[in-house]
T-cell receptor
């Protein structure tokens, strides 16, 4: 069945360092890959997304890369700041079913 | 600019009771989703809908039912509450094969005792 695996489950970095979160999806029909940030007690909110016809997308300090052959996609955060501390979720939309399936989440802690 | 609105925000149910979690959106989205988020865990898809009158099961549908009589509303029904249904429930709209952002409601924290 459809599945999205996400690693690591927790990630601690020093302020200013980079953080990388990786996801793998199972269904080759997946064609849209959003990333959501969820602060404590809040709702998930979209931070960046990538479509299957693109290999990389960047928005200021965050970037996402997609390897369709390997069914991998990754979130890269550079120059991390304490306000980047949150849980990050990757997700994949499966084209022919319209399902939006989420990974298990990564808790990122940025220490000053 | 309401977006996606869920009610109630908090609820305590006794085992065996029933309730409906309400979700309404004002963005005219066809796609709507219900997720549950257990403590420290990810978002699991319960049910979803691609338009009025059309619903389908997600990853964890057992113990739940949904309906979609209008574009705006997508209520989630728990018929016989069990402790395993203690969770935070999120409704979302948007996304789907249009590959656009899915917007989340503020969540409903449900405890079954």
């Amino acid at each position: 069945g459809e599945n999205v695996e996400q690693h690591p489950s927790t990630l601690s970095v020093q302020e200013g360092d980079s953080a990388v979160i990786k996801c793998t999806y199972s269904d080759s029909a997946s064609n849209y890959f959003p990333w959501y940030k969820q602060e404590l007690g809040k709702r998930p909110q979209l931070i960046i997304d990538i479509r299957s016809n693109v290999g990389e997308k960047k928005d200021q300090r965050i970037a996402v890369t997609l390897n369709k052959t390997a069914k991998h996609f990754s979130l890269h955060i550079t120059e991390t700041q304490p306000e980047d501390s949150a849980v990050y979720f990757c997700a994949a939309t499966i084209y022919n079913t319209d399902k939006l399936i989420f990974g298990t989440g990564t808790r990122l802690q940025v220490f000053p | 600019n309401a977006g996606v609105t869920q009610t109630p925000k908090f609820r305590i149910l006794k085992i065996g009771q029933s309730m409906t979690l309400q979700c309404t959106q004002d963005m005219n989205h066809n796609y709507m989703y219900w997720y549950r988020q257990d403590p420290g865990m990810g978002l699991k898809l319960i049910y979803y809908s691609v338009g009025a009158g059309i619903t389908d099961k997600g990853e964890v549908p057992n113990g739940y039912n949904v309906s979609r009589s209008t574009t705006e509303d997508f209520p989630l029904r728990l018929e016989l509450a069990a402790p395993s249904q203690t969770s935070v429930y999120f409704c979302a709209s948007g996304g789907g094969r249009l590959n656009t952002e899915a917007f989340f409601g503020q969540g409903t924290r449900l405890t079954v005792v």
